[in-house]
């Protein structure tokens, strides 16, 4: 019985603390920038809520040391301490907020702000945040080396990304053609420290193998980005061409139009000259012989001695036009191996060559065998 009524009275008391507020001090907001650049200045600022009591005193550390006193009792209420690195501008700063001049690399570290509350309690408070002094690279833009103007599909893209020297590094990254690069295609380097500063030198390289898909309208875009937090970005971009194979100049129509007009002129040749003995032929033997039949009064007979010189003079003119179509038929292989744009004997100029002189033992054998029949012919007539 006594038990129940003991658990009762207990959960009557924590009823009644359910709109119970405790008093007390507390931090609202601690604002320390991560990142400043070297330079310039920076605000710290220490947010509070006293909660009725009376301050006693703000205090700010860096790294575990004081530097600034805020004490409302005192006269002056703020006072600085020497601290490498840290140079308070007092007519800037109070109990909320200290506001640092011209920071260097030194002034980087992890800063804490203190706020106590006045006798009987002396309830403090404590928060901290870092900050980091952002050296900016000193040559601009990222360097791109190793490339080359123009590459073909199938060659390899090897290219490094080199940013100036700064504090801390900057981060690389790589596009093509506006993309981010996979994993697998970069190559990175070691961090180069240098200088009593130990400023840093990033480096970071590409390489891949060009495919058909890296072209856009023939060109593709290599580009590098730098970048520190939100106080620093800077790209470079290379636009490089794709090599467009070469078409071989076409040497072998105008080779072909020279050989064929040397193939046809043989021919043409030869067709004049048969034409040019059958027609002397027929005008001294034809002719006559249709003439006596027709005519009303018997012709007087044409004897051998009469024709014999006729048959000569008929030899000797076939020669003659043979020996001049030959000559014709070399002045024109002669022009077709010197004609603008022929290019030394092809297989055509000679198998032209070939022909020519086929046809040639052709009239040859065939002028002969005229000249036999014509002979045997006058020699019918004679008799």
């Known amino acids: 019985m006594f038990g129940h009524l003991s658990l009762l009275a207990a959960l009557f ?14 931090l609202t907001e601690v604002r320390i920038p991560m990142y400043v650049i070297k330079g310039t200045a920076a605000q710290l600022e220490c947010l509070y809520d006293l909660d009725g009591e009376a301050l ?12 600034y006193r ?70 601009g833009s990222p360097k791109i080396s190793g490339g080359r103007p123009r590459y073909q599909i199938g060659d390899y893209v090897r290219v490094n990304c080199t940013a100036g020297r700064s504090k801390p590094a900057v981060k690389l ?13 970069l190559r990175k380097y070691d961090t180069i ?11 970071l390289g590409l390489q891949f193998r060009v495919e058909q898909k890296h072209f856009r309208k023939g060109n593709m875009k290599l580009k590098c980005i730098a970048e520190l937090s939100t106080v620093y970005w800077r790209c470079n971009e290379e636009s490089v061409e794709g090599d467009r194979p070469q078409k071989a100049p076409v040497l ?21 000259r048969e034409l040019f003995v059958t027609k002397i032929l027929s005008l001294l033997f034809v002719q006559p012989n249709a003439a006596s039949s027709t005519a009303s ?24 036009a043979q020996g001049i179509t030959r000559d014709i038929d070399t002045d024109k292989i002669s022009m077709d191996r010197t004609a603008p744009g022929g290019i030394g004997i092809t ?36 008799r």
């Open 70 to 139: 805020y004490v409302p009792r005192d006269m002056p209420p703020a006072q600085t301490f020497l601290l490498p690195g840290v140079n308070v501008d007092l007519h800037n700063s109070s109990d909320a907020i200290v506001t640092l001049r011209n920071v260097n690399l030194q002034s980087a570290g992890r800063f804490r702000c203190e706020v106590s509350g006045e006798a009987p309690s002396f309830q403090t408070v404590t928060e901290h945040g870092d900050m980091i002094v952002a050296y900016l690279p000193d040559e």
């Open 252 to 272: 072998e129509s105008r080779e072909t139009v020279y050989a064929s007009n040397s193939r046809a002129d043989p021919v043409q040749g030869t067709s004049y």
């Open 56 to 67: 006693y005193s703000v205090k700010w550390y860096k790294d575990g040391n004081e530097f």
């Open 347 to 382: 297989k055509e100029t000679q198998q032209a060559r070939e022909l020519l002189a086929g046809r040639k033992e052709e009239n040859r054998r065939t002028s002969h065998g005229k000249s036999a029949t014509q002979l045997e012919k006058i020699a019918l007539t004679a």
């Open 297 to 320: 009064a018997p012709s007087t007979p044409i004897t051998p001695l009469v024709l014999l010189p006729v048959a000569l003079a008929v030899m000797v003119m076939a020669t003659l």
């Open 193 to 203: 420290v240098s200088g009593r500063d130990g400023l840093e030198t990033s480096v």
């Open 173 to 185: 990254s790589w596009q093509v053609n506006g993309e981010p690069v996979e994993q697998q295609k």
């Open 13 to 26: 008391f924590i009823g009644t603390l359910k709109d119970f507020r405790v008093a007390g001090l507390r």
